[in-house]
């Protein structure tokens, strides 16, 4: 029983090796036992005879001159500052003729002052329109605009000085 074990796994190992003369020539060594059992060698790899896979890579190369860094966040650079909530309207030179109309505006964050006129560009808004008490501007973002009113706000009352 354990020769027949034998047997059927040395005809096993030699179908994996690849031919069936190794496997006769593996099962006439064990059966004879005056001969001495062979050795068996190390397979020698096929040759790759398959398509070979060709992989290219594309390269790119951006130059940076006197453009910004790709990497960097656009919420970090003041190419998107200051935003609207960041703006105070403080005083209006109104045109009626709507030609020659200047707003003052405080950036509330960095106390930076800016004064504009009609289509002038402030960080990614556009001034639209100068109106005696307002400022329209006109935002595109992501390819989309809108326009968005920046009114002077009354003083507070409760900051005023009284009377003596």
Do not use: H, W
Not at 106 to 132: H, P
């Amino acid at each position: 029983m354990t020769r027949l074990l034998m047997i059927v796994a040395l005809i096993a190992l030699a179908s994996a090796e690849g031919g069936a003369q190794k496997a006769t020539k593996s099962l006439a060594a064990s059966t004879t036992a005056a001969q001495p059992t062979a050795v068996a060698s190390a397979p020698i790899p096929a040759k790759d005879t398959g398509n070979k896979v060709l992989i290219v890579r594309e390269v790119y190369q951006y130059d940076g001159d006197g453009r910004r860094d790709p990497f960097i966040s656009l919420l970090t650079t003041s190419d998107l500052r200051p935003l609207l909530n960041d703006l105070k309207l403080v005083a209006v030179a109104y045109d009626p003729r709507g030609q020659n109309s200047v707003a003052v505006l405080r950036d509330l964050t960095s106390k930076t002052q800016y004064k504009v006129r009609v289509g002038q560009t402030i960080g990614r808004m556009r001034v639209a329109a100068i109106q005696e008490k307002a400022v329209i501007f006109t935002i595109e973002e992501f390819g989309y605009s809108r326009q968005e009113l920046l009114a002077i706000q009354p003083p507070d009352s409760s900051k005023m000085r009284l009377r003596q």
